[in-house]
T-cell receptor, first 109, second 111 residues
Framework: SQKIEQNSEALNIQEGKTATLTCNYTNYSPAYLQWYRQDPGRGPVFLLLIRENEKEKRKERLKVTFDTTLKQSLFHITASQPADSATYLCAPPGGKSTFGDGTTLTVKP | DAGVIQSPRHEVTEMGQEVTLRCKPISGHNSLFWYRQTMMRGLELLIYFNNNVPIDDSGMPEDRFSAKMPNASFSTLKIQPSEPRDSAVYFC?????????FGPGTRLTVL
């Protein structure tokens, strides 16, 4: 069955470092992937969408890559800040199945 | 929260009772999505509507679950009868396939 997997449940890094989160997909070829941020007690908030023909997309300190050979998307936060601490979800095209389980990022000052 | 009102925000009920969750998105958008989030299963799509018509309800777990969207600015998700395993946070979201805007969610606890 089609599946989205995020490798790490938790990632702890020091402020100022780059956080890298991984999303792998199996048994299908999504036309695009989305990344969302979720804070405790809140709904997910859309961050970025990357299409299969886009190798990389940037938005401020965020960068997303899409490697169709590896069937993987990487989500980077550069110059991380404690305010970046949250759970980050990888999502398939809307209307399709289930989001990834998420990676909880903690940025320590 | 992204122009979506969900009510109630918290619901505690007993097994066997009917539960109705409500969603009021900003009107004028074609699609509305209902999701359920639990620790065990993550964020699952239950159903989505396009132009107020249910397009795919394959994520609805059982016949106990039903959803309606009588107009572009209102939708309900009903569980009848409710069971303890239905306990979760239920989100509705509006937008497009490319970008969704989630409400704050309803935390449902079925005792």
């Amino acid at each position: 069955s089609q599946k989205i997997e995020q490798n790490s449940e938790a990632l702890n890094i020091q402020e100022g470092k780059t956080a890298t989160l991984t999303c792998n997909y199996t048994n299908y070829s999504p036309a695009y992937l989305q990344w969302y941020r979720q804070d405790p007690g809140r709904g997910p908030v859309f961050l970025l969408l990357i299409r299969e023909n886009e190798k990389e997309k940037r938005k401020e300190r965020l960068k997303v890559t899409f490697d169709t050979t590896l069937k993987q998307s990487l989500f980077h936060i550069t110059a991380s800040q404690p305010a970046d601490s949250a759970t980050y979800l990888c999502a398939p095209p809307g209307g399709k199945s289930t989001f990834g389980d998420g990676t909880t990022l903690t940025v320590k000052p | 929260d992204a122009g979506v009102i969900q009510s109630p925000r918290h619901e505690v009920t007993e097994m066997g009772q009917e539960v109705t969750l409500r969603c009021k998105p900003i009107s004028g958008h074609n699609s509305l999505f209902w999701y359920r989030q639990t620790m065990m299963r993550g964020l699952e799509l239950l159903i989505y509507f396009n132009n107020n018509v249910p397009i795919d309800d394959s994520g609805m777990p059982e016949d106990r679950f039903s959803a309606k969207m009588p107009n572009a600015s209102f939708s309900t998700l009903k569980i009848q009868p409710s069971e303890p395993r239905d306990s979760a946070v239920y989100f509705c979201a509006w937008g497009t396939y490319n970008e969704q805007f989630f409400g704050p969610g309803t935390r449902l606890t079925v005792l």
